[in-house]
T-cell receptor, first 126, second 110 residues
């Protein structure tokens, strides 16, 4: 069974850094496309970024609000996904979910998140 | 302001049918498949519908999706109180090179 368990959340001051971890079980993290999605308190879902599988190049893409500040990586030996967050802002306060993604082409392009973790919350406040 | 537009809320009585719309444009819905996610109160989102109208195992056939042009619709028949949740549409946007979501629709089963 595929399971994702996030950890690393907490309280951090503006301009601070934090690293979130997503422990993966049921598959090999390097074989999957994975994303981070966040949800600010009382708000909707916002995609943060993704990393492609190793066989697809392992490249990363980020949403505009976090580009240059957040970095997604993985540790294949630990079967974990990470989200390094630097220069944090108050608007980064949210619950952060890791997901496994499916992407490809049929008649059109498809991209969806098929498994979600339970999330970890971060609060950026002085 | 979300790239995809959903009504903030919908409501209907138990046993009835409700539809939730999600509209976008040529860089997202019109030329890509769309997925729907259900978020029950206090829980993480879960995949409800993918590729516009396909149900993963675990999604009852009371839930169905459809697409027309740059809009998609989620229909729920035989409403149950357990269906009360927030529902989000999502897809890829070519212009932004990003996954985009609708703002979410809160379903109330009266």
């Amino acid at each position: 069974e595929v399971q994702l368990v996030e950890s690393g959340g907490g309280l951090v001051k503006p301009e601070g850094s934090l690293r979130l971890s997503c422990e993966v079980s049921g598959f090999t993290v390097s074989d999957a496309w994975m994303s981070w999605v966040r949800q600010a308190p009382g708000k909707g879902l916002e995609w943060v970024g993704r990393i492609k599988s190793q066989s697809d190049g392992g490249t990363t893409d980020y949403a505009a609000p976090v580009k240059g500040r957040f970095t997604i990586s993985r540790a294949d030996s630990k079967n974990r996904l990470y989200l390094q967050m630097d220069s944090l802002k108050t608007e980064d306060t949210a619950v952060y979910y890791c997901t496994t993604d499916r992407a490809g082409f049929g008649r059109w392009f498809y991209y969806y998140m098929d498994v979600w973790g339970k999330g970890t919350a971060i609060t950026v406040s002085s | 302001q979300s790239v995809l537009t959903q009504p903030p809320s919908v409501s209907a009585a138990p046993g009835q049918k409700v539809t939730i719309s999600c509209s976008g444009g040529g860089t997202n819905i019109e030329n890509n498949y769309v997925s729907w996610y259900q978020q029950l109160p206090g829980t993480a989102p879960r995949l409800l519908i993918y590729d516009n109208d396909k149900r993963p195992s675990g999604t009852p056939d009371r839930f169905s999706g459809s697409k027309s042009g740059a809009s998609v619709t989620l229909a729920i028949t035989g409403l149950q109180t357990g269906d009360e949740a927030d529902y989000y549409c999502g897809t890829w946007d070519y212009s932004l090179s990003a996954v985009v979501f609708g703002g979410g629709t809160k379903l109330t089963v009266l």
